[in-house]
């Protein structure tokens, strides 16, 4: 466990070296200390006045230089702990920065969480509190039993033969802790995960009269957590830590009966007892305070392996060089990928070309937002190559590819702050004009002028003092000021008001103009839309052509149309898509198709430039 912490602590580690040394040192001058109190102890009751005052000059002497190491060594474990911090804080951040996107998920985030806050100054207390503690409960009865020795061999026998039965005392009550340690941290996992859960969706809850105490998820991690609680105080403190109490009173026991046994037989002599039995005492009290220790460096040696199990995480390979990029293309080539062993895309081929709109088509699970998490690199294919701008994606730095990528999806998160900051987190450096640019398309303007503070308006945590469709613009507009050439959409307006849904469509019509656009498709005007229509099932490219192409074609896209055009409830004539061979579409349906607003293809570059 120290060596963990050594190889943390990087150029920092001399100084824990050093803390563990002095503690060493301090934990030995403690125990010769209490060894001197024998023949001090015997000097005094004996009235042996000039022998008393040599002892208390010594005892003195090593007083002091334990009470100049062990403020050093305070000092130094305070360093040392602020040190083991921040080196904790910065090697998980910067790995967790490098972990696959996908990686992430609410258990883990909820569990990284914990780790990165209570996990982190659980082991960083160890400098500090623990580390004393744990080499007294060995150096110092270590050093008194030696000591004995010098004084009484048959006493310093029996503490002897005591210790290896502590120290199995010892392993239990550690192995106790260590079990329900993990209990622990499950149950207080899951319970701040459902906590999360359960104040992010208050208004769903409270619509369907779900309190916390209806709220069953949540109840059922409480009740786990309390369970796992009084099982740490039942099985940890009263069990684990009454046995080894316990198991070292009887070798105090031992010993004092030992001792009066040797009295008795006139042995030893009564002064010689007492002295004897002061140095047990203080073999006996560091070994008491090692109990509580020995469960908290447990603890310590847990949060270090959860550590070391987010840090042996392998992070995504990441090249050094740019590379040179040609025109904004996505191409799969033969692509197959699965989660936890279970594949979902099976040989996955099409290429999206230049400052063209595809359509991923297809019911869900289908694998329509793996292939977009695939763009996007958050996880690297098992099979097969995904490529942007004629490169695989694997061969570029991760900076080179989000630089290609904008990405609006459903689930729109701001970050605490204003509205301005959210936008410019696109482009930190961007010109004020860029920025009012950005604003207009994506008709941000219209949502500052109804606020008090206008752009400078918090948004509040997760964005959540805005409504849907102004945080799904706000997100717009963070990507109009992006300018990637490639954008990912995951179509955004289904859950929206008719005035929102509208303000919406026409920022994204200003964020796809002459890009290439890659769109999770739900809208049937956005699919009829598409240069190239992908439809997917399970996991496989099904059909692939224009919209006319498949509804031609007569196969699964065509059914697909027409299950979605009556969900929308529109009444359709017995020759709508009856005929599904024939080579125009029903006008009454392209009259219907016509009457929504679609993605308009144009370039804005091109318009900034007539304007």
Request: hydrophobic share 50%.
């Amino acid at each position: 466990m120290i060596r963990r912490m050594l190889r943390v602590m990087g150029e920092d580690a001399p100084a824990l070296r050093l803390l563990i040394a002095l503690t060493v040192v301090c934990a030995v001058l403690q125990g010769v200390a209490f060894g001197l109190l024998v023949p001090l102890i015997q000097a005094l009751l004996e009235g042996e006045f000039s022998r008393l005052w040599l002892w208390v000059g010594i005892e003195t002497v090593i007083l002091i230089g334990f009470g100049v190491l062990n403020y050093r060594t305070k000092l130094l474990g305070l360093t040392s702990s602020v040190a083991l911090t921040s080196h904790l804080w910065q090697r998980l951040g910067d790995h967790i920065s490098k972990l696959p996107l996908g990686w992430f998920n609410a258990e883990k985030v909820g569990s990284v969480s914990r780790l990165a806050s209570a996990g982190v100054f659980n082991v960083t207390g160890f400098p500090t509190q623990m580390l004393g503690m744990l080499v007294n409960a060995f150096v110092t009865p270590a050093v008194v039993v030696a000591l004995m020795f010098m004084f009484e061999w048959r006493l310093a026998f029996v503490a002897l033969i005591a210790a290896p039965i502590v120290w199995g005392a010892y392993q239990g009550t550690v192995a106790i802790v260590d079990f329900v340690d993990r209990r622990t941290h499950s149950a207080n996992t899951r319970t701040a995960n459902r906590l999360i859960e359960f104040a992010q969706t208050q208004p769903v809850l409270r619509a369907f009269g779900r309190t916390a105490q209806g709220y069953k998820l949540l109840d059922d991690a409480l009740v786990m957590q309390r369970k796992a609680d009084n099982t740490m105080i039942t099985w940890g403190g009263a069990i684990g830590d009454g046995i080894f109490r316990l198991t070292v009173q009887a070798a105090f026991t031992a010993i004092l009966l030992t001792g009066i046994a040797l009295t008795a037989g006139a042995t030893i002599g009564p002064v010689e007892l007492v002295a004897l039995l002061i140095l047990a005492t203080r073999f006996v009290q560091p070994l008491m305070e090692g109990a509580a220790a020995g469960g908290a460096v447990r603890t310590v040696r847990n949060n270090l392996n959860r550590m070391d199990v987010v840090l042996g995480t392998e992070p995504l390979s990441e090249p050094s060089a740019r590379v040179a990029l040609g025109e904004p293309s996505v191409e799969f080539n033969d692509v197959r990928f699965g989660y936890d062993d279970r594949e979902v895309l099976h040989g996955v081929t099409f290429a999206a070309a230049p400052r063209t709109m595809t359509a991923l088509v297809g019911p869900s699970g289908s694998g329509k937002t793996t292939i977009t998490r695939l763009v996007a690199r958050f996880w690297d294919a098992g099979l097969g190559t995904v490529k942007v701008a004629g490169e695989d994606v694997r061969s570029m730095p991760v900076e080179q590819l989000m630089g290609q990528l904008s990405f609006v999806f459903q689930d729109v998160y701001l970050f605490s702050g204003t509205i301005r900051d959210n936008i410019l987190m696109a482009r930190p450096d961007a010109t004020e004009d860029e920025l009012n640019e950005a604003i207009r398309q994506a008709r941000v303007d219209e949502i500052a002028t109804r606020l008090a503070h206008g752009l400078d308006t918090q948004v509040g945590e997760g964005g959540s003092a805005l409504s849907g469709g102004e945080r799904q613009r706000v997100s717009i507009a963070r990507a109009i000021l992006k300018d990637a050439p490639i954008v990912l959409l995951d179509e955004a307006t289904a859950a929206l008001d008719a005035e929102n849904e509208a303000l919406v469509q026409e920022a994204l019509n200003a964020l796809t103009a002459d890009r290439t656009l890659i769109v999770v498709a739900h809208r049937l005007q956005t699919i009829a839309a598409a240069d190239q229509i992908v439809f997917l099932e399970h996991g496989v490219i099904v059909e692939r052509g224009t919209h006319q192409e498949l509804i031609d074609a007569g196969g699964r896209y065509a059914d697909f149309w027409q299950e979605r055009a009556r969900s929308r409830g529109w009444r359709l004539g017995s020759k709508v898509l009856a005929p599904r061979r024939d080579d125009a579409a029903p006008s009454a349906y392209q009259s219907a198709l016509a009457s929504e607003p679609r993605y308009r293809r144009h370039s804005t570059r091109s318009q900034r430039d007539r304007e």
